[in-house]
């Protein structure tokens, strides 16, 4: 069986599951060079069906993720929550929202009227997508997924778990912000919905917004930042939202820019953002591990499978793992909305099949497009750029990174999610501890998080205070881990303020080519593991093509450009 996975909001994107495994996915953001572009996937669903090896003819169903979403034909940038035009019916229903917030809160008839109101505003979508569909020349059965259940099935379903509870958070989908569901042999069954009123994501959107940043994009910018300041105002936080009996509580009764307003009139002249910052990663964290704690309790499971824009935070993720009810969590690698078509196509697969049950763990992110060094050669004729085809080139990018070069990797197929993971990273030593602030005002970035360390996992404990819990997530980079003392004296590039780094553990079965650079770079320095950061440009999504990489090489003025098993030499820095 064929499965087309779709999800047509923000990061919109599309995924092959074939005969119970996922064979291909990519977002739409890749291949238009838009961040998180909003809206139907056309690219993306030609080119999985391209990396598919498969014709259109081919498909037995589309799965589309979430039952509510507006209608977007045509890609279309994401600016924000707060910053982007959705037009007339949108800000309509944002006034509203805002207005009537504090009864919606209180009382059923205006929450229940607040989601037919979402319905009613986006009409066309059930009657668009088919018509989109056929112009791909695809005329398969079509069926619509629950957000949430996308989510919840995303993660169980590439978990490996045979029993596991799934805990799904974000902003919202499908008017909840979460669901529980306990997967057990064959059966589904789901524990819990929250209605997205009461969305702890959202209020970490709102100090995202207050803060500059584009909120349910940059909420990442705040967890660095807030390691550098004190939870001075969590007390005041904890008025407006706050966990209770199995319920996070939006207590304050209020959403959208009567929260912002909300939250900033409570703030001093001269709080400090990175307070701020710290006070509403200390609440994700109280009220969210609070949240999963009790459900992994009531359902008796030990295992716990992640997905939503909430586990995107790594220093929550770990506070989860540390609970002494879990045995172990898994993350999914693309766990915001633009890995719900993954979601979508496992509940088409489970539903055709009438049992929900996915005895199969993702052993590998890289699931998007790769090019052949023939490929590589044509786009480097087209400049004129001095490069060399290297013979182990595995063993060049290593002996240069020891000696200080910055090298911009890409390689093979291109990762699934927001995470670089070796293919299209760049790479340096982690001995330099200020490379965070020199090499992204090169890439023009403005991050508070120090670069993530791929490392060995047979050194892993050398390295980190290693949480049983947490290894299968630290394959994707979606954990942090305390880090020992060895790691904080050589490599404090990666170290965070407080003491934590957010791993990439690098199997050789997994990616032979870019376990190789690091052991070859472990053999002559006696160090296991390299920064590895995002190979982009800011605001600009991760490269995909060769043409992206040379762009993006050039513009970030960096030192190595390793191709395939090409190398290209910076002109600025040759030495």
């Known amino acids: 069986m064929v499965i087309l996975g779709i999800t047509d909001g923000d990061d919109g994107g599309a995924c092959i599951v074939r005969d119970g495994q996922l064979v291909a996915g990519v977002n739409e953001e890749r291949l238009v060079r838009m961040k998180a572009v909003i809206g139907f996937p056309t690219n993306a669903i ?57 009864y919606i809160g209180k009382y059923a008839l205006p929450k229940k009227l607040y989601h037919r109101m979402q319905v009613r505003l986006n009409p066309e979508r059930r009657e668009g997508i088919p018509i989109l569909l056929k ?59 929250l209605d997205s009123f009461h969305s702890v994501g959202n209020f970490y959107s709102y100090v995202t917004h207050i803060a500059g940043y584009k909120a349910s994009i940059h909420e990442g910018k705040i967890t660095g930042l807030a390691a550098h300041g004190k939870p001075i105002y969590k007390d005041e936080l904890l008025k407006l939202i706050t966990y209770r009996d199995g319920e996070i509580i939006n207590v304050g009764n209020l959403f959208h820019q009567a929260a912002i307003r909300k939250i900033r009139d409570m ?117 004129n750029l001095t490069y060399h085809f290297s013979e182990n080139v595995e063993q060049e990018i290593a002996q240069l990174i020891s000696k200080g070069k910055v090298v911009a990797r890409f390689n093979g197929r291109m990762e699934f999610g927001p995470r670089a993971l070796g293919n299209r990273s760049i790479l340096y030593h982690g001995a330099d501890p200020a490379v965070n602030e020199w090499l992204n005002k090169r890439l023009n970035r403005t991050e508070f998080m120090p670069f993530a360390p791929a490392v060995l996992p047979e050194f892993a404990n050398q390295c980190f205070k290693v949480l049983d819990a947490g290894v299968r997530a630290a394959k994707f980079m979606t954990i942090t881990f305390d880090c020992t003392d060895e790691m904080k004296r050589h490599c404090p590039a990666v170290v965070h303020v407080d003491g934590t780094a957010r791993p990439q553990f690098v199997y050789q079965e997994s990616n032979p080519s870019f376990y190789k650079i690091i052991d070859e770079y472990r053999k002559i320095t006696g160090i296991p593991s390299l920064v590895n950061t995002s190979f982009n440009m800011h605001e600009e999504p991760i490269v995909c093509t060769p043409d992206d990489a040379i762009r993006s090489f050039l513009e970030g003025r960096m030192d190595i450009l390793a191709l395939g098993d090409y190398i290209v030499a910076s002109t600025e820095n040759t030495d």
Request: hydrophobic letters at 40%; one cysteine or more.
């Open 46 to 102: 030609r080119e999985v069906i391209r990396l598919a090896e498969i014709a259109p003819s081919d498909i037995s169903g589309v799965a589309v993720a979430a039952i509510k979403e507006r209608f977007n034909p045509q890609p279309m940038e994401n600016h924000g929550w707060f910053r982007r035009n959705k037009g007339i019916g949108q800000q309509i229903k944002n006034a509203i929202a805002g207005a009537v917030s504090p």
């Open 267 to 383: 703030l001093p002249a001269d709080y400090k953002m990175t307070d701020l910052a710290a006070s509403i990663q200390w609440i994700l964290e109280d009220v969210a591990v609070r949240y999963v704690q009790y459900w992994v309790k009531q359902s008796g499971e030990t295992k716990v499978a992640l997905a939503g824009g909430v586990f995107a935070n790594v220093r929550l993720n770990q506070k989860i793992a540390e609970l002494p009810e879990v045995e172990e969590i898994y993350v999914f690698p693309h766990m915001g909305d633009g890995g719900l078509s993954v979601g979508a196509a496992f509940g088409m697969l489970g539903s055709e099949r009438q049992q929900y049950s996915y005895p199969w763990f993702l052993e590998t992110a890289y699931l998007g497009p790769g090019y052949s060094n023939d490929e590589i050669r044509q786009e480097l004729e087209k400049t």
């Open 135 to 193: 112009d791909l020349g695809i005329e398969a059965p079509i069926q619509f997924y629950n957000h949430h259940l996308c989510h919840a099935l995303s993660a169980y379903a590439t978990s490996g778990f045979e029993t596991a509870i799934s805990v799904t958070l974000d902003g919202g989908g499908d008017g909840c912000c979460s669901h529980v569901y306990h997967h057990k042999g064959t059966s589904l069954s789901k524990l819990h919905a």
